[in-house]
């Protein structure tokens, strides 16, 4: 008999640890209590895929960076994610931060990282000319990676859906229960049973913890603020820029993404809801003032977004991986923080092996490959557009112009195994609404695209869920009332 496998939270871990689990003959659901996959700390995040120098050695976090790091290249090539690896340097601009640098240069010798050696001023500006010529010295990490966390853990989905996971969204786990050699999972979608449970919940990951055992643990939920600035023809940095880490974080960094975008942030600020994802002008204010300490020539003018993400800090300070102490079948993934999206495919090949071993789950005999996806219409060659649209015309549709995504990608992005049903969810997974105009000109068209091919009324189209519906009614409806 199959054993029925709930994961709990629908982010980069759960989605990576579904993936590996769809491998065994288990039924496999996943319970995502947003409106979509990477709805929490997987959608705001810097996506970057840290070398391993920064964390403690020995600890999880330093031996799960650095194996998810080296796996990050093969991952996403298999998956159909972005991925660079542009490198990476820690700026000292003090003889105090030299001494921070060669710390984490030792750091880094003892966790296993390749490559990384400490230059001098002269070749940091050659390396990156628009850095404070006041530097003094960097740590260069080129091992140090760019992915965009939010389609990787779309794309994970849809490998997991492919091989019969189940995605269910709107499904907030709030109590679980023991229930003899299995659990009782009470939800904001109704009441669920498993035999093994998996809690990658995040920021909650330590509430349902302390439901089951008897080890309390506490999670810090921290907040981080971001600007994103428009594309440029030529990147004013090519690497990610740190400035030298302090007990909150790595600092605030000036970072390329994959897309071509420039990154300022994060803010570090310790909160109490998890689930506060508001920006405020004193933190922007911060990562404005420190952002120039590495880039002078920093201007705010380009700026299209800000945006917050919380990360889930336990107050001791590592991950906590493994099984739930005391809890036969309960299995968890809590802390994980930064380095989290770079260890993730670390964090879930120990959990999937730890979880097949104890419970004996037997490979499948077929294992389908991820789905493959027409490569993105504003990377495509002249040849590649005239081709694929005469493939499929709706690709000759430009429908966002910011970001050049065309309905047929937009189609194609509801129709995914684990599908966008929000203009959010399309963002996430098309990019249209990401650019200059911030989905001005193309929203409309994208809910009318929604509608048609979730057979849903326009009116009934969010923007993330919830009550969050762009039209209120129709202008009939609106006569209608005016008369009555």
């Known amino acids: 008999m199959e054993k029925r496998i709930i994961v709990i939270g629908g982010g980069v871990i759960g989605c990576a640890m579904a993936r590996l689990l769809s491998r065994y003959e288990a039924k496999v659901t996943v319970l995502e209590g947003g409106e979509d996959v990477a709805h929490g700390a997987s959608k705001a995040n810097s996506g970057i895929v840290h070398a391993g120098f920064d964390a403690k050695p020995g600890s999880l976090k330093a031996k799960l960076n650095v194996e998810g790091a080296r796996m990050y290249p093969e991952l996403c090539k298999e998956v159909d994610a972005p991925y660079g690896q542009p490198g990476a340097m820690v700026l000292a601009f003090s003889q105090e931060e030299r001494a921070t640098v060669q710390e984490l240069y030792k750091q880094g010798e003892q966790n296993g990282v390749a490559g990384q050696r400490i230059i001098e001023k002269d070749e940091i500006l050659k390396l990156e000319p628009n850095v404070n010529p006041n530097v003094v010295c960097a740590l260069l990490e080129p091992m140090s990676g760019l992915t965009s966390p939010y389609e990787l853990t779309c794309a994970l989905a849809d490998h997991a859906a492919v091989n019969g996971a189940t995605f269910v969204m709107n499904a907030k786990v709030q109590t679980i229960e023991k229930n003899g050699d299995g659990f009782a999972l009470h939800t904001t979608k109704g009441e669920y049973t498993a035999d093994l449970i998996v809690n990658c919940a995040g920021v909650f990951s330590a509430e349902l913890h302390n439901q089951l055992s008897e080890k309390k643990l506490h999670i810090i939920p921290r907040k981080g603020e971001y600007y994103l600035l428009d594309h440029q023809k030529d990147l004013l940095f090519t690497m990610t820029m740190f400035q030298t880490p302090t007990k909150m974080g790595k600092g605030i960094l000036v970072s390329p993404t ?204 969010t923007k993330c869920g919830g009550e969050s519906r762009i039209l209120t009614g129709t202008i009939a409806q609106s006569m209608h009332k005016g008369d009555a």
């Open 258 to 461: 994959v897309h071509g975008n420039t990154l300022l942030g994060p803010s570090a600020d310790d909160i109490e809801d998890g689930t506060d994802v508001s920006t405020t002008a004193a933190a922007l204010k911060i990562v404005n003032e420190k952002a120039r300490l590495t880039w002078p020539g920093l201007s705010l003018r380009t700026v299209v977004t800000t945006f917050a993400g919380v990360r889930a800090h336990e107050e001791n300070g590592d991950f906590i991986i493994g099984a739930t102490e005391g809890v036969q079948g309960s299995y968890e993934t809590i802390g994980i923080e930064s380095p989290g999206l770079s260890a993730a495919p670390a964090i879930a090949k120990l959990l999937t092996e730890q979880i097949i071993s104890e419970n004996g789950l037997a490979e499948k005999k077929e294992w389908k490959p991820a789905p493959k996806r027409e490569k993105p219409f504003y990377a495509m060659t002249l040849e590649e557009r005239v081709d694929v649209v005469k493939r499929n015309p709706e690709y000759g549709a430009l429908v966002c112009r910011c970001e050049q995504v065309t309905e047929a990608e937009i189609r194609a992005a509801i129709r995914r195994p684990v599908g966008a049903t929000t203009i959010d969810g399309v963002k996430r997974r098309t990019r249209a609404g990401m650019g200059r105009c911030q989905g001005g000109f193309c929203s409309p068209r994208v809910l009318e695209i929604l509608s048609e091919e979730l057979g849903v009324a326009p009116t009934e189209v």
